[in-house]
């Protein structure tokens, strides 16, 4: 029986020049057609412009089980400059450990900041690695190594995280161009961590296939290789795929891992597919899968939660920058929650229930949102209420091919990369996708997302025990007969009911059923007598509006909620 393999996927992060190819480079065994910036391109410019996949393979580390076998770890190369974020954030999808690779002469920087926020969200766990320590005086280079890992434990202390390793190296000493004898520093220490890291990460051969591709090309006399790495299910020789985005379904005629031929692999494996007649220019990369198992969606529900090193507000109906997979479209958002009697009540995970009711936000509630007059009534009152889940609706402005629950990362990636601020905005899963076009129409009017709203008016006078007349509510132009049968409550405690319009200037009639209370119709007829004695000149106007001060007036309050996706547009009451 032949030894196992254990695959667990590296991710190499980190600031542009922070040296994460050399360091891949140094650790690895074999390197795939993807590996150590092989492209033209990024040749030509000296940096890293796409993922770049290596292997380590070294013998399985005890707490990994008994038994002959080995472990192998896939480097995934990615790229450092602010421009490539995308790649960045498709990179961390599939990654199960992240190394961050920090410049020991520079620390952090913007870059390897965004890469830890993404390793925050993508991956459980983290080894820092302190690069080019060739770099610092001699005499001074243990002190400045122990100064930095002070300076990178307090920078990690309220992350996820905390207390994670962190290794001195020297991956190419004398930099790029210095000759290939110099030997690496610190890289078998680092293999030493990397392996007490390693973990048998959940592996599930059930289920449909899918795969992210990050390289295509073609090997002539053989076909057309699609090199990925495997996110849900297995594949094996002979299974028919699909490329969703072209909506074409390919057989695979042979596979390999890292120049090895196989004929089976799973969730978690990097490997290269290979078949027929397929030209590779259609696609760079993207997603394959077992034929008719995804489907490309116009509109999404996530469950979101922002990015606290984001500044600003999250706006509803703002557009970022939403990444899916290894896609990145340019989206719209609509922001929504429990209503507020429900704040507190536990959201089942990875579920959106359609059969309750949501309040619809301007904008994503975090305690920086709330204004400061709330905070001021709600610091004497105790702590800021917030909803323990939020969603928000994503409009997509080109369709994307995804599976369901899959990680959302929205940005704002046209800012200024050279500003010191974190583009990463919110993160989420995406709950539900539609497939129709029309989606506004046969969709969203099951999403039952209402709007609170509030009017605020006055009784005018007393028609009698059991009706008054109101004014202020309206505008003289409104349709009073759409809010004929809403209930309204007097500041001085009736309730009441819309009856009608009354005359033309958008007065209306409100009907009393359990009468007027003595008090208030005193009030209501001290009002009426003041205001027709002011009429007959009798005072002066300093006299009439102190006298009318005296007497405050009767306020109505309307309160009714309006469903945004009801095209009927109809006025509910609780």
């Not at 009798?538 to 945004?564: A, G, H, W």
Request: net charge positive; charged share 25%.
């Amino acid at each position: 029986m032949a030894a196992r393999v254990l695959n667990v996927n590296v991710g190499v992060l980190g600031h542009i020049d922070s040296g994460k190819t050399a360091l891949a480079r140094a650790l690895s065994t074999t390197g795939s057609t993807a590996a150590f910036d092989r492209a033209p391109q990024s040749r030509a410019r000296g940096i890293t412009l796409d993922l770049g996949f290596s292997c380590l393979r070294t013998a399985l580390p005890p707490q990994l089980g008994p038994g002959p076998g080995e472990l192998q770890l896939t480097l995934v190369d990615c790229p450092g400059h602010a421009s490539l974020i995308r790649t960045i954030i498709g990179g961390a999808q599939i990654i199960d450990l992240m190394m961050l690779v920090i410049d020991v002469t520079k620390g952090m920087q913007t870059q390897s900041a965004e890469c830890l926020v993404i390793g925050q969200i993508a991956c459980q766990k983290m080894v820092v690695v302190l690069n080019k320590i060739d770099l610092l005086p001699e005499g001074k280079r243990q002190s400045a190594i122990e100064k930095m890992t002070k300076k990178m434990q307090k920078t990690l202390e309220n992350t996820k995280f905390s207390g994670c390793p962190i290794v001195a190296v020297a991956a190419k000493p004398g930099g790029p161009e210095a000759p290939e004898s110099e030997n690496p520093q610190g890289i078998s220490e680092l293999i030493e961590v990397l392996k007490s890291q390693a973990y048998l990460p959940s592996r599930d051969p059930s289920g449909h296939f899918l795969m992210a591709v990050d390289h295509c090309f073609s090997i002539k006399g053989q076909g057309t290789v699609m090199t990925g790495t495997i996110l849900s299910g297995s594949v094996s020789l002979g299974d028919n795929v699909e490329i969703p985005a072209l909506k074409v379904t390919k057989r695979v005629k042979s596979m390999q891992m890292f120049h090895t031929p196989v004929t089976y692999a799973m969730q978690g494996d990097r490997v290269g597919v290979c078949v027929t007649q397929f030209d590779p220019k259609l696609l760079e990369r993207g997603l394959i899968c077992t034929p008719d198992s995804l489907h490309t969606i116009h509109a999404a529900i996530i469950s979101l939660k922002k990015i606290p090193y984001f500044r600003g507000a999250l706006q509803t109906k703002a557009k970022f920058h939403i990444t899916v997979g290894h896609e990145t479209v340019m989206g719209r958002v609509m922001f929504f929650s429990p209503a507020p009697a429900n704040f507190n009540e536990e959201i089942q995970e990875n579920v959106f229930d359609f059969e309750k009711d949501y309040l619809y936000q301007e904008q994503y509630l975090s305690k920086d949102s709330v204004s400061s007059e709330e905070n001021k009534e709600n610091d004497q009152a105790g702590e800021v209420q917030l909803p323990k889940q939020q969603w928000a609706l994503l409009e997509f402005e080109k369709p994307v091919t995804c599976p369901k629950l899959c990680l959302v990362i929205g940005s704002k990636l046209d800012t200024d990369i050279h500003a010191n601020t974190c583009r990463l905005a919110f993160h989420g899963v995406l709950l539900q996708g539609m497939e129709d076009k029309n989606y506004t129409e046969t969709f969203l009017p099951k999403l039952k997302v209402y709007k609170q709203k509030h009017k605020e008016g006055q009784v005018e006078r007393v028609m009698d025990d059991y009706s008054v007349i109101g004014r202020s509510l309206f505008k003289k132009e409104t349709n009073i007969q759409i809010f004929v049968g809403l209930k309204v409550k007097l500041s001085t405690g009736e309730d009441g009911i819309i009856d009608g319009g009354f005359g033309q200037s958008g007065k209306f009639k409100i009907r009393i059923p359990d009468g007027l209370k003595p008090d208030t119709k005193m009030l209501l007829t001290a009002a009426s007598k003041k205001k027709s004695k002011g009429g007959k000149g009798d005072m002066t106007k300093e006299d009439e509006s102190s006298k009318n001060d005296s007497v405050q007036p009767v306020t109505i309050s309307l309160i009714f909620k309006r469903y945004v996706f009801d095209t009927q547009k109809k006025m509910i009451q609780s």
